[in-house]
């Protein structure tokens, strides 16, 4: 395994500055955020597109630092209810698969989206109980004539262009958000749909991280590296739901933290050992989403937790039997 960096956490800085701080910590890769009409200080989707010189510009920057590309992330919802944001996030998902393919890269990172409850509805509907009965008809309507046609075509496309693994993160408030529905989604539309496995998402629903790898293997394409502190106390008289600002961080029932500083080494060791246990062998991309420390004190703690616990070798096998 790897160390990376979600660039985007940067995307007010140069690509220049991010490759300085990413070598100091010892940072091997970078995911790029290529979503958001696919131009930033990072990237420029259409121009390495249109031109194999500025393409071969780009990469070359990555090789001269003996940096690599650990994924291209395009999340948006591409089924949302407003049809002109569905279709800028679907061109920018095209977009980025096409860039894949000159980039001969077969993976990259997406969210599934939600749309509406229904045809008529302009916001997008996250339904999580089965009454009202209304509920179970929406969700219906979701699956059954958005999400799954939608992600059928998709997957075909990015399949037609060289891209076999769309990581999906599983996020709550979209259709994908936990292992059960990945694997419900994967098994109506084919094997190219895996993981970008984030546990901070999961754990604060209360699901284990490691069984949740475990009912995960041969899925999991990508992992985020962030932490999540959950407040039992809150969680007990009220649920973890809580739709509360994320500035209200000391009334919340979780709140994202740096790794390490939700949960124990312990566990941490324990995904590391899960994720090693399936055969996972990329990168672990940092994300740093934690009100209490800066984003460099913040990477920096993150980086030094995980290059004490991560599996930096293959392993080879019971040599001593």
């Known amino acids: ?7 985007s956490l940067y995307l007010d800085s140069s690509l220049n500055d991010v490759f300085n701080f990413a070598k100091k910590m010892g940072i091997e890769g970078l995911e790029i955020y290529s979503g958001g009409g696919g131009k930033s200080r990072h990237i420029d989707v259409d121009e390495l597109l249109e031109s194999d010189k500025a393409l071969e510009s780009y990469l070359d920057q990555f090789k001269k630092r003996g940096s690599a590309i650990s994924t291209l992330n395009c999340a948006g919802n591409p089924i949302h209810p407003v049809k002109e944001k569905a279709e800028a996030d679907h061109r920018g998902f095209e977009r980025t698969v ?13 969210f599934s989206g939600a749309p509406g409850g229904c045809p008529q509805d302009k916001t997008p509907n996250w339904i999580v109980c089965p009454w009202p009965d209304e509920y179970l008809e929406a969700r219906k309507y979701q699956w059954e004539e958005v999400l799954v046609p939608y992600w059928t075509r998709a997957v075909a496309f990015a399949r037609e262009h060289g891209v076999t693994k769309l990581a999906f993160e599983m996020h709550p408030g979209f259709c994908v958000y936990n292992p059960e529905t990945l694997l419900m989604l994967r098994e109506r539309v084919g094997p190219e749909i895996g993981a970008n496995f984030d546990p901070s998402h999961l754990m604060w ?4 991280p490691g069984l949740a790898i475990l009912e995960l293997k041969g899925a999991v394409f990508s992992v985020h590296a962030k ?4 407040n039992h106390d809150f969680i007990v008289r009220n649920g973890p739901n809580d739709a509360k ?13 740096t790794v390490g500083y939700g949960h124990s080494e312990e566990t941490w060791r324990g995904i590391i050992s899960a994720l090693g246990s399936i055969g996972y062998d990329g990168f672990l991309n940092i994300e740093h ?3 209490y420390f800066s984003r460099q004190e ?5 980086a030094e937790f995980l290059r004490g616990i991560i599996i930096k070798e293959k392993p080879e096998g019971m040599w001593w039997a």
């Open 227 to 230: 932490d999540v502190f959950v």
């Open 245 to 257: 600002h994320y500035s209200d961080s000391l009334k919340r029932a979780w709140t994202f933290r």
């Open 98 to 110: 096409l860039l894949c393919e000159k980039m001969k890269m077969d993976k990259l990172v997406v």
């Open 298 to 302: 913040g990477v920096t703690k993150a």
């Open 1 to 7: 395994m790897k160390l990376g960096l979600c660039a």
């Open 289 to 291: 989403e934690d009100l």
């Open 205 to 208: 629903q209360g699901i284990d």
